[in-house]
């Protein structure tokens, strides 16, 4: 023998759906993917978007050089503000503060 089960329908965003319990998010019909991609309207903006593999490695290095220079910007900051420092107390100096 069949069991049937009943299942409480709603109508959500133009649609028949299933009632669960613990419904946080409610997933539209036509998925977000879809709208986000759509398709490009030309080729010449499909060539303007793509990059080929030199290119990206180029603009990781780019990208890499400039976080370096900026680590080595602040180091020398940090130790003008300790030479300073060793300068007016004549000695070591322990910093407590994270510059």
Same mark, same amino acid.
């Given at each position: 023998m069949m069991q049937l089960r009943r299942i409480k329908l709603i109508f959500l965003n133009g649609q028949w759906m299933k009632e669960k319990k613990n419904r946080k998010h409610v997933k @539209? &019909?036509?998925s977000s993917n879809f709208k986000r991609? @759509? &398709?490009l309207k030309?080729?010449?903006?499909?060539?303007?978007?793509?990059?080929?593999a030199e290119e990206r490695k180029q603009g990781e290095k780019?990208?890499?050089?400039q976080h370096r220079e900026k680590q080595v910007e602040k180091t020398d900051v940090i130790r003008e503000k300790t030479n300073e420092m060793k300068s007016e107390h004549g000695g070591t100096v322990i910093r407590k503060e994270n510059d």
């Open positions: @539209s &019909p036509v991609r @759509s &398709p030309e080729e010449s903006d499909f060539k303007q978007f793509k990059r080929t780019e990208v890499l050089r």
